[in-house]
């Protein structure tokens, strides 16, 4: 299975579930990457449980990736050829695709262990007590540009079909960007309110913003890819991926309007079964957006 095969309808995608499950595990990776690594170097989230979550959530995730795509591939030693480096190709997408999840998951692995890592301090009684470890900032400002680089690079190398004027659209390494870090800040919403003590409110109305943002820049990317298409004569792409159920019902409707309206209410800051609730629908979002890209847009 290689995404530089071409398909259409009379040779349509071989691309299997586990593929998607792929696809979304690695940004929801990414995104808790991206978010707890951002927040941290700029002062925030410092000896947090929400901090030490996000780090378990990313390094579990991008754990559980590789596996699926292990599975997905007809011949699953062919994961193992890929990753060798002494097979790296300069000019194959694939090759750099598997050297940025590598080395990403390398760099999360090292954050996992330091954030579950304790160290005593003795204060003045004599009294001994235990805080996390800070991460070192060098550590985090790997895990910010390989989580980027592995968001980003979906789309890229889903874009060598340029049969496809959808997926080899210039927005689609930003659509698949966004949507990884609206990942992360669904699980971030959730996760801020399942502190034990008094949930950050300023927090969460951050967050809450943050995934109201978001999803109005995606949005806003569909929107101008939709008109600029329209304009150069692609109307058959747009009306099959506008009629698409996937797309519109699942990712705009389910993975974007909704958790952005229930995000835009002020009140529902720190609301645990509200922020389950956007969590939820934004990982919904997250795999119906994959889903069109595998199983709808190919055949377009």
């Known amino acids: 299975m290689y995404v530089t095969e071409i398909y259409t309808v009379t040779n349509p995608s071989s691309w299997g579930f586990l593929a998607l499950a792929y696809l979304t595990l690695i940004a929801i990776s990414s995104g808790c990457a991206i978010i707890v690594s951002t927040s941290m170097l700029l002062g925030?989230?410092?000896?947090?449980?929400?901090?030490t979550r996000l780090i378990a959530v990313s390094f579990i995730a991008i754990v559980l990736a590789?596996?699926?795509?292990?599975?997905?591939?007809?011949?699953?030693?062919?994961?193992?050829?890929?990753?060798n480096p002494a097979n790296f190709q300069p000019s194959s997408p694939m090759s750099w695709g598997s050297l940025i999840l590598t080395l990403y998951g390398l760099v999360v692995f090292a954050?996992?262990?330091?954030?579950?890592?304790?160290?005593?301090?003795?204060?003045?009684?004599?009294?001994?007590?235990?805080?996390?470890?800070?991460?070192?900032?060098?550590?985090?400002?790997l895990c910010l540009a390989f989580g980027l680089a592995l968001s980003l690079?979906?789309?890229?190398?889903?874009?060598?079909?340029?049969?496809?004027?959808?997926?080899?659209?210039d927005i689609m390494p930003l659509v698949f960007l966004l949507s990884s870090l609206l990942a992360g800040a669904g699980i971030t919403c959730l996760?801020?309110?399942?502190?034990?003590?008094?949930?950050?409110?300023?927090?969460?109305?951050?967050?809450?913003?943050?995934?109201v943002a978001i999803c109005v820049l995606i949005v806003a990317l569909v929107v101008s890819w939709t008109l600029s298409s329209l304009v150069s004569g692609d109307n058959d792409v747009v009306s099959n991926l506008w009629g698409s159920a996937s797309f519109t019902g699942g990712f705009l409707v389910v993975g974007l309007l909704a958790p952005s309206v229930i995000a835009s209410i002020p009140q529902k800051a720190c609301n645990r079964p509200f922020a389950a609730l956007i969590c939820a629908l934004i990982l919904l979002g997250c795999v119906f957006f994959r889903f069109t890209v595998l199983f709808v847009a190919f055949p377009a």
């Open 44 to 51: 925030k989230m410092k000896g947090t449980k929400a901090r």
């Open 66 to 83: 590789p596996i699926a795509l292990i599975f997905e591939l007809a011949h699953p030693e062919r994961f193992l050829s890929v990753i």
């Open 111 to 141: 954050a996992f262990i330091l954030s579950i890592r304790h160290k005593t301090i003795i204060s003045d009684a004599s009294e001994s007590n235990t805080k996390p470890l800070e991460l070192p900032k060098p550590l985090l400002a």
């Open 153 to 169: 690079y979906p789309g890229y190398e889903l874009g060598i079909n340029q049969s496809n004027p959808f997926i080899s659209s």
């Open 191 to 211: 996760v801020i309110t399942l502190d034990s003590g008094e949930c950050d409110v300023e927090a969460s109305r951050k967050v809450n913003l943050l995934v």
